[in-house]
């Protein structure tokens, strides 16, 4: 897969190093590094796991490694809360 000039693509960078993070951590989070993604729209056409430049969706100009070509989201809310399915017809029901 490969970028194209203008499309959206989603890069990733080292925002800080593993000896860059706070002293207070758990150690377990403190020797792994903290890494960045961006989705924004490709200055260049290069090949995934090249480094790209891209503008962000607020204008800024950000380069780090292609990961993605047309990136979709992939989060969720979760499965539905038994709990909270009730609530609503319980507060229509007060209202009436």
Not at 15 to 22: F, I, K, Q
Not at 51 to 70: H, K
């Given at each position: ?38 989705k924004g729209f490709a ?50 029901e007060e209202l009436r």
């Open positions: 897969m490969k970028s194209e000039v203008g499309h959206l693509v989603e890069i990733s960078w080292v925002a800080l190093g593993a000896t860059e993070r706070a002293a207070h951590l758990p150690e377990s989070s403190k020797v792994v590094p903290v890494i960045a993604r961006v200055q260049s056409s290069v090949p995934l796991g090249a480094d790209l430049s891209v503008r962000t969706f607020a204008g800024r100009l950000l380069t780090g490694t292609l990961i993605d070509v047309a990136p979709c989201h992939t989060h969720s809310f979760g499965r539905p809360q038994p709990e909270l399915l009730i609530i609503g017809p319980l507060l229509r």
